[in-house]
Every structure is written in structure tokens, then in C-alpha cells.
């Protein structure tokens, strides 16, 4: 079984809404992490945790704040975002971070607009 | 800092073999991916190459990867409508504290024509 599941596929969100994107994967992988995807261009990434612990954050806006509550789940919290933040954002998991050996695995994407 | 670098657009005819090149920067490579992304959907992992093979082959795809002029290719044998999508080459590099990161070229967008 090589699936990430996200939740929710689709989520509209004011500028002063609190939501949360969920990320889930059961394949014993230890590095989780979230990538923005603007239309037309390559993933970027955010946030890489390795063995629960927040190993990577690519200078993102502290309006986005991951949190890793265990080895399978992945969590983004989101709070005063802005419409530039509208993106698919996308969780991966792969079996380490440590080694360039290890796939990552995507998840289908919660498709966001923020009014 | 790590580049990876791919044409934009590609169509062909369906039943004919598709091609899209990859070109990267960093000499010191191991691993090379292609992933396929569906409109709409997340990146679906095809296939990778390690840096001491010069061709992996899977079914209807081919992987070439010449390490010397730093190209990687993906052939598509037989190419059907359902493989329009979008493709990604994407090069591991090292980010510091004993991790690695993945850098994506910014993805060829394959047309099959019926």
C-alpha cells in the first residue's frame, strides 16, 4: 500500500478563518512533508519533519504552522491567510529524509481558495 | 543552487512514443525521479533511476540517463490518451542536517492527440 490521503479534497476559506488541512499515511514512513502547488508550476516545499521533529522550513509565512502529532499523521494549520495563499497543497511521505534513496510518496491534494 | 530543466510542451499522436528530456545541474546526483500528474490530482511516482545505470526499463516506459551531458529522458512506448498529464523530473540535493530534498523541473505537459 503506498497511499497518502488528505483531507479535505477541497476547502474555501475567508482571511480570518482557522482551519486545518489533514495528511495521513500507514506505510511505516518517518519523513512527512508539505508542498504548495500554484497552477501551472512545480511543487514547492514547505515543511519537512523527520521522526515527528520539524527538520526543514523553507521561510514560510507563520500564518502556515505544521504539526506532526505522530508518525503517520501530518497536520497545517492555517490562520489570516491571504488570496495568494489559494494553491493545491500537497503532503509526501517517504521512508527517511536522511539519504537520496528514499521516494516520496504525494497524497491528491486539498485544492484551497481563500476569499 | 541545484537547477533541473524540462520543455514545456509535447504532443503526439496516439500509439506513436513520446519523449520528454530532462536536463540537471547537479554533478553529484544519485537519484533521478520522474513523477506524472493528472489534472487536479497529486504526483504519482513512475519511476527513478540510480546515477550508475545508463537505461531502466518498465513496461512502456524507458528511463535514459546520460550522467556525462547531465540528461535523463523518459520514453513512453505505445503512448494512449490516459497518459496526458503532466510530467516532472525531479533531482534529489542535499538541504543540510542530514536531509535531502527533492528539486522538480517545471514539468512537461503531454498531449495525446486520438
Known amino acids: 500500500d503506498t497511499e497518502v490521503t488528505q483531507t479535505p479534497k477541497h476547502l474555501v476559506m475567508g482571511m480570518t478563518n482557522k482551519k486545518s488541512l489533514k495528511c495521513e499515511q500507514h506505510m511505516g514512513h518517518r519523513a512527512m512533508y508539505w508542498y504548495k502547488q500554484k497552477a501551472k508550476k512545480p511543487p514547492e516545499l514547505m515543511f519537512v519533519?523527520?521522526?515527528?521533529?520539524?527538520?526543514i522550513n523553507e521561510s514560510v509565512p507563520s500564518r502556515f504552522s505544521p504539526e506532526c502529532p505522530n508518525s503517520s499523521l501530518l497536520n497545517l494549520h492555517l490562520h489570516a491567510l491571504q488570496p495568494e495563499d489559494s494553491a493545491l497543497y500537497l503532503c509526501?511521505?517517504?521512508?527517511?529524509?536522511?539519504?537520496?534513496?528514499?521516494?516520496?510518496?504525494f497524497g491528491p491534494g486539498t485544492r484551497l481558495t481563500v476569499t | 543552487g541545484e537547477d533541473v530543466e524540462q520543455s514545456l510542451f509535447l504532443s503526439v499522436r496516439e500509439g506513436d512514443s513520446s519523449v520528454i528530456n530532462c536536463t540537471y545541474t547537479?554533478?553529484?546526483?544519485?537519484?533521478l525521479y520522474w513523477y506524472k500528474q493528472e489534472p487536479g490530482a497529486g504526483l504519482q511516482l513512475l519511476t527513478y533511476i540510480f546515477s550508475n545505470m545508463d537505461m531502466k526499463q518498465d513496461q512502456r516506459l524507458t528511463v535514459l540517463l546520460n550522467k556525462k551531458d547531465k540528461h535523463l529522458s523518459l520514453r513512453i512506448a505505445d503512448t494512449q490518451t490516459g497518459d496526458s498529464a503532466i510530467y516532472f523530473c525531479a533531482d534529489t540535493a542535499y538541504s543540510g542536517a542530514g536531509s535531502y530534498q527533492l528539486t522538480f523541473g517545471k514539468g512537461t505537459k503531454l498531449s495525446v492527440i486520438p
Open positions: 547537479d554533478s553529484s546526483s544519485t537519484y
Open positions: 519533519y523527520s521522526y515527528e521533529k520539524l527538520s
Open positions: 509526501a511521505s517517504s521512508l527517511g529524509s536522511g539519504t537520496e534513496t528514499y521516494e516520496q510518496y
